[in-house]
C-alpha cells in the first residue's frame, strides 16, 4: 500500500533572513510609489512623490499620510551621512517629519549612525510572510459572505466601507481616511476586495501584486458586520487570487500582537521580523 505523506512536506522553505526581507521590503515600497503616484495623479496639488536613495524608497504623500517615510534603509545599499542628508532633506522640503521603516536585516552601523543623528525608534511592526501551496490555502467560513474585487464605478463605496471600519480605531478621522482609502482603491497592481452580507458591504481588504509576490493591506470592516467571518472570507479569496495568479508568497504587516497578527498566523502566517520605525528629533 502507498501512504500518502502529508502536502506540508513538499512545501518549500523560506528562511527569514536579509534575502527574505529585501523581498517584502522592495514590494512594499513598490506598493507604496504606487499609491504615491496615484495621488499625484489624482491631485497634483498634494506634491506627492517620491525618490529612491542607496535602495531605500523615500515617500512623501502629505505631511499626516503613513506613507510618509522611507522603506529598505540599510538593507540594499551601506548608508552614511550623505545618504542621509538627502533623505532628510527630501522630507524637509515638505515640511514633513522625517521617518525611516527599518528592517532588523539591515546593515547593522545603521543603527548606530540613526542614534548619533538623533532619531528615536517610535513604533514597531510584524512583517509576515506565507507561502502560496494552493494546496494548503484557507477556506471561507461563512458561505453567506460574498467576496469580489470591485467595478470601476463602485471606488467611493470601497472607500465608506473600508473608513467606517476604521471609525471606531481612529475617530475623527473619517474624512482623511474616505480620501486615503479612495486613492488605495485605484492604484496600479492593486485588487480591491470587498466582502458583503445579505448584499451590503460590510468589509474591505486590498490585493496587490508585484513579480510572485502579494501584499495584503486595506483590512477594515464595519463594526456591525464584526465576528461573522468577512476578513476570513476576504483572506481566502485574495490568497487564492495571489496563487492563481502566479505569486509564491503572501506578506502583511500588522502591530505586534495585535488582533490582526493572531488572525494572520492562524491562517498560516508567520513572523519574519519586527521591524522598527525610527523618528528624527524635531
Known amino acids: 500500500m502507498v501512504r500518502l505523506l502529508p502536502s506540508f512536506i513538499f512545501t518549500m522553505t523560506i528562511f527569514s533572513d536579509k534575502e527574505l526581507s529585501q523581498k517584502l521590503e522592495r514590494t512594499e515600497a513598490r506598493s507604496n510609489a504606487d499609491f504615491v503616484e496615484t495621488r499625484a495623479r489624482l491631485s497634483p496639488e498634494s506634491g506627492a512623490e517620491w525618490i529612491e536613495v542607496a535602495g531605500a524608497c523615500a515617500?512623501?504623500?502629505?505631511?499626516?499620510?503613513p506613507l510618509t517615510q522611507t522603506f529598505g534603509l540599510g538593507l540594499f545599499d551601506e548608508i552614511n551621512d550623505a545618504e542621509i542628508n538627502?533623505?532628510?532633506?527630501?522630507?524637509?522640503?515638505?515640511?514633513?517629519?522625517?521617518?525611516?521603516?527599518?528592517s532588523p536585516m539591515a546593515d547593522p552601523p545603521l543603527i548606530e549612525l540613526l542614534n548619533r543623528r538623533g532619531y528615536q525608534p517610535v513604533e514597531l511592526t510584524s512583517v509576515m510572510f506565507r507561502t502560496l501551496a494552493e494546496e494548503n490555502l484557507p477556506f471561507r467560513?461563512?458561505?453567506?459572505?460574498?467576496?469580489?474585487?470591485?467595478?470601476?464605478?463602485?471606488?467611493?463605496?470601497?472607500?465608506?466601507t473600508a473608513a467606517d471600519g476604521w471609525s471606531t480605531e481612529m475617530p475623527g478621522m473619517g474624512d482623511f481616511m474616505f480620501a486615503f482609502c479612495r486613492i488605495g482603491a485605484q492604484c496600479a497592481n492593486a485588487f480591491p476586495y470587498i466582502a458583503e452580507l445579505d448584499g451590503k458591504p460590510i468589509s474591505t481588504g486590498a490585493l496587490l501584486i508585484y513579480d510572485?509576490?502579494?501584499?495584503?493591506?486595506?483590512?477594515?470592516?464595519?463594526?456591525?458586520g464584526r465576528k461573522q467571518g468577512a476578513q476570513s472570507a476576504l483572506l481566502a479569496s485574495r490568497l487564492r487570487h495571489a496563487a492563481e495568479n502566479g505569486c509564491k508568497i503572501a506578506m502583511m504587516c500588522a502591530a505586534p500582537g495585535s488582533q490582526s497578527q493572531k488572525n494572520a498566523q492562524k491562517n498560516g502566517f508567520q513572523i519574519a521580523y519586527t521591524r522598527i520605525k525610527w523618528q528624527l528629533k524635531p
Open 59 to 65: 515617500m512623501f504623500d502629505g505631511i499626516e499620510s
Open 86 to 102: 538627502r533623505l532628510e532633506e527630501f522630507f524637509k522640503k515638505h515640511d514633513a517629519p522625517v521617518f525611516h521603516e527599518v
Open 141 to 160: 467560513p461563512n458561505l453567506q459572505i460574498t467576496t469580489r474585487v470591485i467595478e470601476n464605478n463602485e471606488v467611493d463605496i470601497w472607500a465608506k
Open 212 to 224: 510572485d509576490i502579494a501584499l495584503l493591506a486595506g483590512a477594515s470592516t464595519i463594526p456591525e
